[in-house]
């Protein structure tokens, strides 16, 4: 079964630190995605990359950066971590042009302190 | 640009009522349409999709129809279960592989 997995289900972190969330996807897919997800706003796109070592800025990229070194690996950093920054965090990958639609991770629930 | 609007919930119904949640778009072209369902504690899986005008999509008793006329897509299912409790979310894709998320509708079915 294709899967796409986050390395931690619950993370908890202190205001000011920096936060890696990770991201495998093992069906060889191009696109990874990151979102965030919160009550009454949906899923926010962060950051997207369609290639390794090749990311694009989403609709709220301030605050957070990406890394993708191999194409099944794609990291989400947060540079200094906020107590605005408290949410659910999903990664996604998709295959060529995304018709298939996205597998998602079952998601990281950030809570920065 | 590109929007998906759908109806605000949270929806509670009773096992085995009918269920609609509507779902509207905005998009420059001929966009993709899906749903998606999160059931509690996971990440989103897709329930449904239609590529073009008229097509319906179904999916474990979900359905959806792409009504290009009225630039909808609600999604449908004749006889609820409560293991359908979940939230759903409509998503449009256009040209590009960017996915557009609605906010998402909390279902929950009563016993």
């Known amino acids: 079964d294709v899967k796409v997995t986050q390395s931690s289900r619950y993370l908890v972190k202190r205001t000011g630190e920096k936060v890696f969330l990770e991201c495998v996807q093992d069906?060889?897919?191009?696109?990874m995605f990151w979102y965030r997800q919160d009550p009454g706003l949906g899923l926010r796109l962060i950051y997207f990359?369609?290639?390794?070592?090749?990311?694009e800025k989403g609709d709220i990229p301030e605050g957070y950066s990406v890394s993708r070194e191999k194409k099944e690996r794609f990291s989400l950093i947060l540079e200094s971590a906020s107590t605005n920054q408290t949410s659910m965090y999903l990664c996604?990958?998709?295959?060529?042009?995304?018709?298939?639609?996205?597998?998602f991770g079952s998601g990281t629930r950030l809570t920065v302190v | 640009g590109n929007s998906v609007t759908q109806m605000e919930g949270p929806v509670t119904l009773s096992e085995e009522a009918f269920l609609t949640i509507n779902c509207t778009y905005t998009?420059?072209?001929?966009?993709?349409l899906f749903w998606y369902v999160q059931y509690p504690g996971e990440g989103l899986q897709l329930l449904l999709k239609?590529?073009?005008?008229?097509d319906k999509g179904s999916n474990k008793g979900f359905e959806a129809t792409y009504r290009k006329e009225t630039t909808s897509f609600h999604l449908e299912k004749g006889s609820v279960q409560v293991s359908d409790s979940a939230v759903y979310f409509c998503?449009?894709?256009?040209?590009?592989?960017?996915?557009?998320f609605g906010t998402g509708t909390s279902l929950t079915v009563i016993p």
């Open positions: 996604a990958s998709s295959l060529g042009t995304g018709e298939r639609g996205y597998t």
């Open positions: 069906m060889d897919h191009e696109n």
């Open positions: 990359s369609y290639d390794v070592k090749m990311k």
């Open positions: 998009a420059t072209g001929y966009p993709s």
């Open positions: 239609a590529t073009k005008a008229d």
């Open positions: 998503a449009l894709k256009e040209t590009g592989n960017q996915f557009y």
